[in-house]
């Protein structure tokens, strides 16, 4: 059985859309919260059931030029402060041979605050090798593959909602110790930078489009629907 762990919100929904239409899916999915360490305190209260399988799935930006939003990203590690943390090669290439060409393998950097300025994202792509970035990988490869966690094979397939060529706005400030979305310091951060504004919403929309889409296929069994008009995969 699969479980898989996605950040709340809008990726959760984009999640659950896709298994909706998988009848016979027997996955479950579970809402995370943003952020590293927010992530490491809900997998400290985390109870293993039947789960043999974990993915993490959500949204990442594109460290570079290789990637655009849209594209669909399968992690073979993660990095995060110099340390990387392996994913399963069982599993991830279970994934990659359901996927196909649909998918990319990467490396991926989790990084413990938001990355929203291009030349920064395109210098960290120099200094790492790493492909995307998000905000909790890393803490789910390394929760999963200490020798007191549940024995499970783990996997991470993330969607990108932002390039690595343009500002996103700055919504640090939205974002909650707890690692929840505040809707009116996002609000009010949208209104101060319109245009990156804009564009990360459009990114997003585009992302969370892919997402729902690749659920769907992934969970399909014994079929491979055509997405080509509604999503672009």
């Not at 993490?56 to 995060?80: A, F, P």
């Not at 459009?202 to 629907?225: E, M």
Request: with cysteine.
């Amino acid at each position: 059985m699969v479980t898989i762990l996605v950040p709340q919100g809008a990726e959760y929904q984009a999640v659950c859309r896709g298994l909706s239409r998988v009848p016979s899916s027997q996955a479950k999915v579970l809402a995370i919260p943003m952020g590293i360490e927010p992530v490491r305190k809900y997998l400290q209260q985390f109870t293993h059931g039947q789960e043999n399988r974990m993915l993490m799935m959500g949204l990442c930006g594109s460290l570079s030029k290789n990637y655009q939003v849209g594209d669909i990203v399968l992690y073979q590690n993660c990095l995060y402060q110099g340390n990387l943390q392996e994913g399963n090669n069982s599993f991830t290439a279970d994934i990659h041979n359901q996927l196909g060409d649909r998918v990319s393998l990467v490396k991926g950097l989790t990084s413990d605050r938001l990355l929203y300025k291009a030349t920064e994202k395109r210098q960290l792509y120099e200094q790492s090798g790493a492909d995307v970035v998000d905000m909790e990988g890393y803490a789910f490869l390394e929760f999963f593959q200490q020798p007191v966690s549940p024995q499970v094979q783990i996997a991470i397939l993330r969607v990108v909602s932002d390039d690595a060529h343009h500002d996103i706005p700055n919504i640090t400030s939205a974002i909650g110790a707890d690692g929840s979305l505040q809707p009116l310091p996002l609000a009010w951060e949208f209104i101060r930078q319109p245009l990156a504004a804009t564009r990360l919403i459009t990114g997003s929309l585009k992302g969370l489009k892919t997402l729902t889409a690749v659920t769907q296929l992934l969970f399909t069994p014994n079929k491979i629907p055509d997405f080509s008009k509604k999503s672009g995969i």
